[in-house]
T-cell receptor, first 111, second 115 residues
Framework: EADIYQTPRYLVIGTGKKITLECSQT?????MYWYQQDPGMELHLIHY???????EKGDLSSESTVSRIRTEHFPLTLESARPSHTSQYLC??????????FGPGTRLTVL | KNQVEQSPQSLIILEGKNCTLQ??????????LRWYKQDTGRGPVSLTI?????NTKSNGRYTATLDADTKQSSLHITASQLSDSASYIC??????????????FGQGTILTVHP
């Protein structure tokens, strides 16, 4: 069982609100990732980090931003949520380019 | 363009039966292939990982095969259980250059096991 945590697990919020999705891991992994997954669809990488103070955009364009101030923490922020942001957000971490360990996900609904 | 195609999209079987899920990929250059199990509302969990030189790997009742020449993989589940109901995702990692470690995900096969 991987030690990677996401909060909240579910979030329902109104349009225009600022939200932060939390992700933390206790495995000391340098690499962390954020994926977006719509129901029945594949995961799409939206952000990744190879270490502290390193963040890069993924394959899928996203209006969200991320920060990596501490190794164990990789929060994702939406400054102004919209209904189009409704999705499941999955955080993952890995050693080097090995197996990625996923958190339980945050299911976001923007009304 | 790197792609991973899985079939079938969904599958319903009775408890105790075996089943095989397919994965075809066009990722190049190839590094490794993983099968993940994703329960509803949860994050994916790794089942197996295979590199170019491996053609079969088992994890309990799960057996994955890889044919790197035809770029095909399969996941065979033996004596299915109700807890096997989940989405099974094939993930291929690229090697070399700027694509190193880049993952391409399949859409997944949704398996439902009925009693």
């Amino acid at each position: 069982e991987a030690d990677i945590y996401q909060t909240p697990r579910y979030l329902v919020i109104g349009t225009g609100k600022k939200i932060t999705l939390e992700c933390s891991q206790t495995m000391g992994h340098d690499k962390m990732y954020w994926y977006q997954q719509d129901p029945g669809m594949e995961l799409h990488l939206i952000h990744y980090s190879y270490g502290v103070n390193s963040t890069e955009k993924g394959d899928l364009s996203s209006e969200s931003t991320v920060s990596r101030i501490r190794t164990e923490h990789f929060p994702l922020t939406l400054e102004s949520a919209r209904p189009s942001h409704t999705s499941q957000y999955l955080c993952a971490s890995s050693e080097s380019v090995g197996t990625q360990y996923f958190g339980p996900g945050t299911r976001l609904t923007v009304l | 363009k790197n792609q991973v195609e899985q079939s079938p999209q969904s599958l319903i079987i009775l408890e105790g039966k075996n089943c095989t899920l397919q994965c075809n990929y066009t990722v190049s250059p190839f590094s490794n292939l993983r099968w993940y199990k994703q329960d509803t509302g949860r994050g994916p969990v790794s089942l197996t990982i295979m590199t170019f030189s491996e053609n079969t790997k088992s994890n309990g009742r799960y057996t994955a095969t890889l044919d790197a020449d035809t770029k095909q993989s399969s996941l065979h589940i033996t004596a299915s259980q109700l807890s096997d109901s989940a989405s099974y995702i094939c993930v291929v990692s690229a090697a070399g250059g700027t694509s190193y470690g880049k993952l391409t995900f399949g859409q997944g096969t949704i398996l439902t096991v009925h009693p």
